[in-house]
């Protein structure tokens, strides 16, 4: 093998050898190409989300339900050391309601009794702060009951009196020729008041009614009230 013997020189059996091995070689070497460049397409044409090389993964972060918040009053438990813990909701207490205790009714007033003078108080007045001497005023009296008790009182025309004077002379009195004199019994409760109205003329008058009537000029006059035999302090009535 290693001394070819023939007639020709041995370069040339050499290069028959190293042919024929090259030849050997290379029907070895092709089929395992054509397999292995097969298996390679077929990788080429595979699924590419299912062959490539899955890129780094991130860190994912471990999710970790939500504590609903303690609502208990109870004491909290002793958690174990490096663990954490919720701590309970803060609860309000609401602030006590201090209850007053009722007042002391107040007895009921009796029945009613009859108005003395003490128990009443009047005042004149009129509706308006003055009026023109062609007017017809609108004169007031306001009756209060400033007792305790209730009471009753007759509020009718033969009780009430209006009077005008000019210093202590008397001009003009309500009661002067007073055709249908009435009676009226008012209950007043304590602090009620009641207001009685009379119109004037705007004329003098006379208890006999005696003529002729005439009309007051400009100026004060003094203006008095009273029911029965309670009287009120004066006031003043202004004609312009």
């Not at 190293?18 to 395992?32: C, E, H, Q, S």
């Not at 201090?98 to 107040?106: L, N, R, V």
Request: proline letters at 12%.
């Amino acid at each position: 093998m290693l001394h070819p013997v023939g007639s020709l020189s041995p370069r040339v059996y050499w290069k028959r050898r190293v042919a024929g091995l090259a030849v050997v070689l290379l029907i070895a070497v092709v089929p395992f190409l054509l397999l292995s460049g097969g298996g390679a397409s077929e990788a080429s044409n595979a699924d590419p989300v299912k062959t490539a090389t899955a890129p780094a993964s991130t860190p994912q972060l471990e999710l970790v339900p939500a504590q609903p918040l303690e609502t208990s009053t109870a004491a909290p438990t002793t958690s174990p050391v490096g663990a954490t813990s919720t701590p309970p909701a803060a609860t309000s207490t609401p602030p006590a309601v201090t209850t007053q205790p009722p007042p002391a009714s107040q007895p009921p007033p009796g029945p009613p009794v009859a108005c003395t003078d003490e128990m009443l108080a009047v005042t004149a007045g009129a509706e308006q702060p003055q009026y023109s001497v062609q007017d017809k005023p609108m004169l007031l009296m306001m009756v209060k009951n400033v007792g305790a008790q209730p009471c009753v009182r007759d509020v009718g025309t033969t009780q009430q009196e209006w009077g005008l004077f000019d210093g202590d002379v008397r001009l003009w009195g309500s009661n002067d020729c007073l055709y249908e004199p009435g009676r009226k019994l008012q209950t007043l409760q304590p602090g009620q008041q009641v207001t009685l109205r009379v119109e004037w003329t705007g004329l003098t008058s006379d208890p006999e009614c005696a003529e002729p009537r005439r009309r007051l000029a400009p100026g004060e006059y003094r203006l008095s009230a009273r029911l029965g035999t309670a009287k009120d302090t004066d006031a003043t009535l202004l004609l312009r």
